[in-house]
């Protein structure tokens, strides 16, 4: 099997997770490359569930190692939570999972900063997850954060450095937001304890990566959230704040573009977006709330209702051109088992005007009015489905169009949520 990057096509939660974990068997390693506790990818498997925030969705499989990679933003509190869960249900975590040294470390003050900022907001603000991402990267960006590598410092120098940055970070907390300070004593303290488990997970991952660029290894790339969500070429300002397009998985792992293989773009057979801004297809009325409840669509992260739509193909080419993607993989097929109509959007009307080109700014995008064609649904299930051939007619026709649509092969149909209720389709849809 070749190296591949798994990248959200669409606004995130495309099923990343459960991708990933399927994919994860035979690899040496699983990284994630940007984003921070703001993803939330989702694992069954037979009765049990994983949400995973910052751990790579490779830690299922025993013999895989996982890379928290340099581009990610990471909170170290949340990560000791994660590993403490995931170690309680019985999987090992210590020996194998890693994390860059050059990853930043994102504080309480972040946390705050973010819930104070989109506080200010009001109705303008993008609907974040709350977890601190955009205060984090911008510390980061202004090269003052903290790093993973300082947990490996001296306890008092530790100490130190973080009552320094909490207490500016106050500064800015009481004299832009009104807001409370954070404790910097107890934080410095507790991050003092925090280090103590957590620096022993610290790698130059340099060094760690070896294997890979010899080509002796093989890995994996986890993206978190999707193309559209991305800081250069999502909707912004309706976007987080990392490279979730492919440049991320070069600079978040430090790997050269040879190590990259397969690029895979994950898209749900339909849309949905959690959070404020533009979503051409969305759907507002019952249809929206019938998809909402039939894909189970609530955020994994925050819990919040995900708004849902139609597929839109002027944005799914957007993506898959964005990315260079050799290869697509459809998700949550079996969600519209009970519909009698599918609708695909194959271009915008913006008043006369018909566009198949995704506009350069966010802000146009809500004046442009989805052109649909309308496609017979299965009105069976599809979830027992494991090759192409059983899936049903009207099914099939459905993911041809779209395959050809988007221009490049559909690899692989989820058909549900479990590791096997999977279709590979490695040389595409199109019989
Ligand atoms: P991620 O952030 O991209 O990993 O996606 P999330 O985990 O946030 O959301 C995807 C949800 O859909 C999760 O609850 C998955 O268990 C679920 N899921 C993934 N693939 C399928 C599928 O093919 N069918 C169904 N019904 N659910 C799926
Ligand atoms: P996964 O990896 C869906 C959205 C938030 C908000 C915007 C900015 O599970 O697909 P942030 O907290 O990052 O500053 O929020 O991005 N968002 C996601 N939406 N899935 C995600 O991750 C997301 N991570 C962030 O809702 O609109
Ligand atoms: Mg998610």
Known sequence: MENRVIIGGQWGDEGKGKIVDAL?????????????????????????????????????????????????????????DEMLGLEEKGISVRNRLH???TAQLLMP???????????????????????????????KIQRTGLRMGDMLLPADTLERKTIEKVLSANEVLSQSYDADPIPAKV?????????QSLGPLVVNAYEALTGVRAGTERILFEGAQGTMLDIDHGTFPYVTSSNSTIGGALTGSG???????????????????????????????????ELREAGGEY????????????????????????????????TKLDVLDALDTIRVATAYANGEEEIT????????????????????????????????????????KYLEFLEQELGTLIVGVSVGRDREEMIWTPTGVTT
């Open 187 to 195: 934080v410095a303290e507790e991050l003092v304890v925090l280090a």
């Open 255 to 289: 790997l050269p573009p040879r190590c990259l293989g397969e690029i895979n773009g994950i898209f749900k057979a339909y849309a949905t977006r959690v959070g404020n801004g533009p979503f051409p297809t969305e759907l507002l009325g019952t249809e929206g709330d």
């Open 99 to 101: 994390v860059a040294a």
């Open 109 to 139: 003050y972040h946390k705050r900063l973010d819930e104070a900022r989109e506080e200010k907001l009001k109705r303008r603000s993008i609907g974040t997850t709350g977890r601190g991402i955009g205060p984090c990267y911008l510390d």
């Open 299 to 330: 955020g994994a992260t925050t819990g919040r209702a995900r708004r849902c739509g139609w597929f839109d193909l002027v944005q799914g080419r957007y993506s898959v051109d964005i990315n260079g993607m050799t290869g697509v993989i459809v």
């Open 24 to 80: 994860s068997r035979d690899v040496d390693w699983v990284l994630r490359y940007q984003g921070g506790a703001n993803a939330g990818h989702t694992i069954h498997l037979g009765d049990q569930k994983h949400v995973l925030h910052l751990v790579p969705s490779g830690i299922l499989h025993e013999g895989v190692r996982c890379l928290l990679g340099g581009g990610m933003v990471i909170d170290p509190w949340a990560l000791r």
């Open 357 to 396: 080109v995704f506009p350069a700014l966010g802000e146009d995008l809500p004046s442009c009015r989805p052109v649909y064609r309308d496609f017979p649904g299965w009105e069976r299930p599809v979830a027992g489905c494991r090759r192409l051939t059983d899936l049903p007619a009207a099914a099939r």
